[in-house]
């Protein structure tokens, strides 16, 4: 069974851009998840995906945003980077928002 | 406020000997905590998780202790072996609910051969 595919896993970004990033959960997986992680803050949750509506949101800008798709994909896109948006972009995905999540292997943004 | 706080930073432990890792939560209202285990380059993979119904929960080497009522729960990582050299996070969460997982800052393990 494949796991949670992230991609890309690597991007280099210029500040003021935008970035969408993009998540495939596990099969009959319908709830994705969103987590940003930086060495100073750690593991932070971004939002949460559940049959295509935002269920929860974490506290970041709304420069943040993310969409899920009716095959339960997902996407984030983050607009007008800033430096401190460089960090390890994690998307998990669960069966449905109360069984256990698991991690895709992220994608790790640079914005110079 | 961090409302779960993970100790220690960083352990170092010799080979086939126990690691503990602690953490603590404020919210009474969590009831699902998980623990993870990332390697470099890797994002987190579920190792074991507990619900406040137990005290405690083992699964091969790997153990959760959980104490309600002092709102903490640790892993015991018994027989510990190069191989679990990496970062362990817990976390807690309101499952279904508007708390998504929230992290501990994580514990970087070495098991010394």
């Known amino acids: 069974k494949a796991g949670v595919t992230q991609t890309p896993r690597y991007l280099i970004k210029t500040r003021g851009q935008q970035v969408t990033l993009s998540c495939s959960p596990i099969?009959?997986?319908?709830?994705v998840s969103w987590y940003q992680q930086t060495p100073g803050q750690g593991l932070q949750f971004l939002f949460e995906?559940?049959?295509?509506?935002?269920?929860n949101k974490g506290n970041f800008p709304g420069r943040f945003s993310g969409r899920q798709f009716s095959n339960s994909r997902s996407e984030m896109n983050v607009s007008t980077l800033e430096l401190g948006d460089s960090a390890l972009y994690l998307c998990?995905?669960?069966?449905?928002?109360?069984?256990?999540?698991?991690f895709g292997q992220g994608t790790r943004l640079t914005v110079v | 406020q961090q409302q779960v706080k993970q100790s220690p930073q960083s352990l170092i432990v010799q080979k086939g000997g126990i690691s503990i890792i602690n953490c603590a939560y404020e919210?009474?209202?969590?009831?699902?905590f998980p623990w993870y285990q990332q390697f470099p380059g890797k994002g987190p993979a579920l190792l074991i998780a507990?619900?406040?119904?137990?005290s405690e929960k083992k699964e091969g080497r790997f153990t959760i202790s959980f104490n309600k009522s002092a709102k903490q729960f640790s892993l015991h990582i018994m027989d510990s072996q190069p191989g679990d050299s990496a970062t362990y996070f817990c976390a807690a969460e309101v499952q279904g609910g508007s708390e998504k997982l929230v992290f501990g800052k994580g514990t970087k393990l070495t098991v010394n051969p």
């Open positions: 507990i619900r406040p119904d137990v």
């Open positions: 998990a995905s669960s069966f449905s928002p109360d069984t256990e999540a698991f």
């Open positions: 919210n009474t209202a969590f009831d699902y």
């Open positions: 995906y559940f049959s295509e509506t935002q269920r």
């Open positions: 099969s009959g997986h319908r709830s």
